[in-house]
């Protein structure tokens, strides 16, 4: 099984480039406190990275 990557939204998205608002909607995280459980595939990293300062990030087994 691949490995998984648990991220939560922990600060707004207000005043953020539209970019930035468009992956975290990507992502499926609208408030804060979200929390997702995603495949670790490059496009959900490429993802992450972009909103690297909105989000944290855990990697699950």
Do not use: P
């Amino acid at each position: 099984m691949a490995a998984q990557l648990k991220v939560t939204q922990i600060k707004s998205k207000i005043s953020e480039k539209q970019n930035q608002r468009d992956t975290l909607r990507s992502l499926g995280l609208k408030h804060i406190g979200d929390v997702v459980v995603r495949e670790d595939t490059r496009q959900n990293r490429g993802y992450v990275n972009t909103v690297s300062h909105l989000v944290k990030v855990e990697e699950i087994d």
